[in-house]
């Protein structure tokens, strides 16, 4: 039996991967749960970029690729749970700014000027940050509306530093001239 393949376009594909990325990052998906659907969704539809590059590497090269060395990986459980987070994050990356999370960091090693907090770029960070997204998620809702940063940034400094013991700084405190709403 043949199956059905769909046609889809840019921007169907680019909320399919940012579904994925995000549902990886707040806990509502598995990683094997995340690689799976890619490669029922990439196996069953007929892409259309429509000259989006971006998109197309995402989908193609990056996104496949990152599930395919967690697959095939034979490190242990925080350095294989590690890469996969750095790999999706460099994808999701790439969706929103068009560079990726990795990239981020080489520039901040190189100039000592970071976007976020610096602590945002270590190991020990990315490790627990899908479950802080998901702790903090569990107490602020999921926001969307007027001064929602200044709850986000409270809860995610509190639970950073009482459940595991790491020290951040939010927007506002790192920028005091700027107003945050």
Known sequence: METIRKTVGKDRIREFLEGLVNGYKYGELSAEEVCRR???Y???????FQGDE?????????FPETCRAYTDSEEDGDARKLA???GLKDCGEMLYRGRTFTE???DYRKTGSAGEDPVE?????????PELE??????TGEGDYLGYCHVYWEA????LREKFGIRWKSPAERYPGIMFD
């Open 42 to 48: 990439f196996g069953s539809h007929d892409m259309r």
């Open 54 to 62: 971006v998109l197309e590497k995402v989908a193609v090269t990056m």
């Open 38 to 40: 890619a490669e029922e």
């Open 84 to 86: 996969f987070w750095k």
């Open 121 to 129: 770029y270590t190991d020990r960070y990315l490790l627990i940050e």
């Open 104 to 106: 981020a960091i080489e």
């Open 156 to 159: 995610k400094k509190r639970i």
């Open 134 to 139: 998901r702790l903090i998620r569990e107490e």
